[in-house]
């Protein structure tokens, strides 16, 4: 809880955990658009590296596609073949990433479902509203879409420990 002066606000204790985490450093966030290529799905991979050392904890992933689709949060343990870059420290200022952003565009899906979801045309959809799920080297959690030939909008938001 937040004591201010002569006032008390309720503040989840999640929340309070991603503001320390935040402050130290520690928290990333980076998104993409993977354009819609013929044949072949649009795929967005948050990927811990192999050798990094670090646990990645993701807060939240959202995605969007430009036609009503089914959106899928997918599991898939090795780095999709393009590197977007790191993520960008939400201290502003601070060190990067070890995390990566990566994409592809394959014929068949990546990876394993963990769950879809329906979206209309442009609309946004926060998958794992709070701690989604926790990554150790050499694991990745990916967004994908479901139709062929359609561009998809990613955002991955992280802590590294």
Same mark, same amino acid.
């Given at each position: 809880?937040? =004591?201010?002066?002569?006032?008390?606000?309720?503040?989840?204790?999640?929340?309070?955990?991603?503001?320390?985490?935040?402050?130290?450093?520690?928290?990333?966030?980076?998104?993409?658009?993977?354009?819609?290529?013929?044949?072949?799905?649009?795929?967005?991979?948050?990927? /811990?590296?192999?050798?990094?050392?670090?646990?990645?904890?993701?807060?939240?992933?959202?995605?969007?596609?430009?036609?009503a689709d089914t959106m899928q949060v997918r599991q898939h343990n090795t780095a999709l073949a393009t590197l977007i870059g790191s993520g960008f420290n939400l201290l502003?200022?601070?060190?990067?990433?070890?995390?990566?952003?990566?994409?592809? /565009?394959?014929?068949?899906?990546?990876?394993? =479902? =963990?769950?879809?979801?329906?979206?209309?045309?442009?609309?946004?959809?926060?998958?794992?509203?709070?701690?989604?799920?926790?990554?150790?080297? *050499?694991? *990745?959690?990916?967004?994908? /879409?479901?139709?062929?030939?359609?561009?998809?909008?990613?955002?991955?938001?992280? /802590?590294?420990?």
């Amino acid at each position: 809880m937040r =004591i201010g002066y002569g006032t008390s606000v309720t503040v989840p204790s999640q929340q309070e955990r991603w503001f320390s985490e935040m402050r130290a450093g520690r928290t990333f966030g980076r998104g993409a658009i993977i354009a819609g290529v013929a044949a072949t799905f649009a795929q967005c991979q948050l990927f /811990n590296p192999v050798a990094s050392g670090i646990t990645v904890l993701v807060y939240r992933a959202a995605g969007s596609s430009v036609a009503a689709d089914t959106m899928q949060v997918r599991q898939h343990n090795t780095a999709l073949a393009t590197l977007i870059g790191s993520g960008f420290n939400l201290l502003s200022g601070a060190a990067a990433s070890v995390a990566e952003i990566r994409s592809s /565009n394959p014929a068949a899906q990546d990876g394993t =479902i =963990i769950g879809p979801q329906q979206v209309l045309a442009t609309t946004t959809l926060s998958l794992g509203e709070v701690w989604m799920t926790e990554l150790g080297p *050499g694991e *990745g959690l990916l967004v994908a /879409n479901n139709t062929l030939n359609t561009t998809t909008v990613v955002n991955f938001f992280w /802590n590294e420990a």
